[in-house]
């Protein structure tokens, strides 16, 4: 918490920089180029749970807060409204990329061109089914795909149809209304040093 206390003296750096974790390592965003960085900037969101929505580009000091950090109010009651309220204003498609407990502070609207993204894998009998431990890395690895194809999708269907163009395997989820799948097809790699791929090599 003493890292807490020094927040409004604290340096700051872009968001995609400032956040860590396997997500953010597949994404890779040291290595954007300056189109990316600032299609990335208009494009991108991180939710936060201390500063609610914030921009690719937004500076960010260093903190420790979760979603599941215990507070008064809730950090739910804190922020669902507000950034509920900023994600209606957003137009055009938006992709959710966000763990469920972060997704909480910040409902999404309902209406066409909404998605939540659910990674799935398919194992050797072809079973699809839900990827746990390489799930924030497919998000990771996929969001960069997005950044840089630098495209703000007119429609789910220009989406669907980019990404399968492409070779990945998104399409709109037979069960659970208004989420998109995004199959792993395979994950390469030796023990300890596994990676998720998202497009097969056929």
């Not at 990335?40 to 690719?56: F, I, K, M, N, T």
């Not at 979603?67 to 922020?79: G, I, V």
């Not at 972060?102 to 072809?126: F, I, N, S």
């Amino acid at each position: 918490m003493q890292r807490n206390r020094g927040l409004r003296r604290a340096g700051t750096m872009p968001a995609l920089l400032r956040y860590t974790g396997v997500l953010y390592d597949a994404l890779d965003a040291p290595s954007l180029t300056e189109e990316q960085w600032r299609f990335a900037a208009h494009s991108v969101a991180v939710q936060s749970a201390l500063l609610g929505l914030v921009r690719a580009d937004d500076p960010i000091p260093a903190y420790r807060l979760s979603f599941d950090s215990r507070l008064s109010p809730a950090l739910k009651k804190r922020w669902a409204a507000a950034c509920a309220a900023e994600l209606a204003a957003v137009d055009g498609v938006i992709l959710d990329l966000r763990s469920e407990g972060y997704a909480a502070l910040g409902p999404l609207p309902e209406r066409d061109g909404v998605h939540y993204l659910r990674v799935l894998a398919r194992d050797e009998g072809g079973t699809v089914r839900a990827l746990n431990h390489f799930n924030k890395q497919a998000k990771g690895l996929f969001a960069r795909a997005l950044i840089e194809r630098g495209e703000d999708f007119a429609s789910t269907d220009a989406l669907l149809d980019w990404a399968a163009g492409e070779g990945y395997e998104l399409t709109r989820s037979p069960d659970r209304a208004g989420e998109l799948d995004l199959v792993v097809p395979e994950v390469v790699g030796v023990p300890g040093k596994l990676s998720a791929v998202l497009r097969s090599a056929s």
